[in-house]
């Protein structure tokens, strides 16, 4: 929140403890810059993705998720909804 941006090497991953569209909501209240938001399920699937704009009250995924990566815009694509990953790919973004 107070940096000026997310170096394209670096990420967030945000786990739960179950899989929840309500738990795994974010915000983007006081966020200088926008981020790409992968939402990722109990059994490692990508259930939602999107580009969350700074400032904005709320972003839900469109299914559940325990795990929410958070990562520059630029790695918008590294994803797709469906997608299985591994934990391995999720560390490294």
Known sequence: MLYPEVPS???LLLVK?????LESAI????????LAVF???RSFQVVDVCLARR?????????????VLEAPVERLTDFQIGEYVSYSEI???
């Open 55 to 67: 400032w904005r009250l709320v972003y839900f995924p469109r299914r559940p998720a325990s795990y």
């Open 39 to 41: 939402w990722i399920n």
């Open 91 to 93: 560390s490294l973004v």
């Open 9 to 11: 090497h670096e990420g």
């Open 27 to 34: 915000h983007m209240l006081w966020m200088r810059f926008d």
């Open 17 to 21: 403890k179950r899989d929840s569209r």
